[in-house]
């Protein structure tokens, strides 16, 4: 089973840039995430889509980011205009299903895009 | 909100040997789920191991085994037998079981393991 796909790996961009990232999740999974992960800390959700709804923006900075998830598949976070203190990884997860109990809700992590803002 | 804290922010073991990583938590709920993932230099998360809170049991997954304290709100990571392979930063992370709240993780702040040939 191939797992949750992410490009580009590492993004470097000057500030005031714009940048998107991409994740196509695992086949089947109908909840797609979005965390933010600043260096030397835990990952931070950033949005959550149930198919192609959103279930959960509400620490999505909506004056610079974004995203959507077309079809209900894959999906593309967007920043713009880009600060410094984006500078993290931003990691995409998948889950079978939005709730439920453990097993059935587990999500798996993509390998994630590193973004330097210089 | 729930909060989730690691107090170590690096353990080192010696290989064979027996390291525990610490976590404690803080919610005002009855029923949730408790995990630790290891996250190795390659970025990715990888669940090691899971806690149904309902569930008095501790959860083991081979070398790995966790001690859940409900009562204390504190739920550790002990891996034994440590292999190279261990060597990561560890995460642990809390998910409410209350079906309003989604299926957000909450983590921690992570512990690096160093494992020493």
């Known amino acids: 089973e191939a797992g949750v796909a992410q490009s580009p790996r590492y993004k470097i961009i000057e500030k005031r840039q714009s940048v998107a990232f991409w994740c196509n999740p695992i086949s089947g999974h109908a909840t797609l995430y979005w965390y933010q992960q600043i260096l030397g800390q835990g990952p931070k959700l950033l949005i959550q889509f149930q198919n192609n709804g959103v279930v959960d923006d509400s620490q999505l900075p909506k004056d610079r980011f974004s995203a959507e998830r077309l079809k209900g598949v894959d999906s593309t976070l967007k920043i713009q205009p880009a600060k410094l203190e984006d500078s993290a990884v931003y990691l995409c997860a998948s889950s079978l299903v939005v709730f439920g109990g453990a097993r059935e809700n587990e999500q798996f992590f993509g390998p994630g895009t590193r973004l330097t803002v210089l | 909100a729930q909060t989730v804290t690691q107090s170590q922010p690096e353990m080192s073991v010696q290989e064979a040997e027996t390291v525990t990583l610490s976590c404690t938590y803080d919610?005002?709920?009855?029923?949730?789920?408790l995990f630790w993932y290891k996250q190795p230099p390659s970025r990715q998360m990888i669940l090691v191991i899971r806690q149904e809170a309902y569930k008095q049991q501790n959860a083991t997954e081979n070398r790995f085994s966790v001690n859940f304290q409900k009562a204390a709100k504190s739920f550790s990571l002990k891996i034994s037998d440590s292999q190279l392979g261990d060597a990561a930063m560890y995460f642990c992370?809390?998910?409410?079981?209350?079906?309003?709240?989604?299926?957000?993780?909450?983590f921690g702040g992570g512990t690096r393991v160093l494992v020493k040939p």
């Open positions: 919610t005002s709920e009855s029923d949730y789920y």
């Open positions: 992370a809390y998910r409410s079981a209350i079906k309003a709240a989604g299926n957000k993780l909450t």
